[in-house]
Each structure stands twice: as structure tokens, then as C-alpha cells.
């Protein structure tokens, strides 16, 4: 199942371009980066806003925050999810 449990499916749309992002691991109520995970989703890949009871973290466990706001892919499975800073 999805972090975002069933949400994912109603907040759920295309980014509408090609957008940087990284490769997060699903660990409880906390996304973990995974270090040299950066990619790059292609404009179809559906993504919602990252529910705030949601904290993204990186390995050594300090909290990383949104420059804007956090953007997680919904046609992704647990544990791993793509994650982005902003939407178009």
C-alpha cells in the first residue's frame, strides 16, 4: 500500500513536464532519501502533495524541509517512492 494511504488517489495528477526528483524510502510515517538517488520524472507521472504528518529525513536521520512543498508519486509501491520540491 501507498504511504499515503487511499488520499493518493484522490489528490493524484500529471506533473505536466519533466521535473528533477530523488528516490525516497518509505520507513513508518518518514520518507528516507537514498543517497545518488537523483532522476528525473517524465511529464505523464501522476504525483500529490506529501501529507504534512509525513516527515522526509536523509540517512543520518536530520529532517530535510521543502523549499516550497514536497510532491510524491501515487502509481509507486512501498517502499519506494520518487519525491520533488515544487510542482509546475
Known sequence: MHIAKVRA???????????ACVTV?????????????IGVLKSDALVMPLPLEIE??????????????FYITTETFDPYHALTDGCP
Open 25 to 37: 524510502r518509505a520507513e513508518g510515517k518518514r520518507l528516507v532519501v537514498v543517497p545518488g538517488s
Open 9 to 19: 488517489y484522490f489528490d493524484q495528477h500529471p506533473i505536466g513536464k519533466p521535473w
Open 56 to 69: 522526509v529525513c536523509e540517512e543520518g536521520g536530520w529532517r530535510i524541509r521543502p523549499e516550497r512543498k
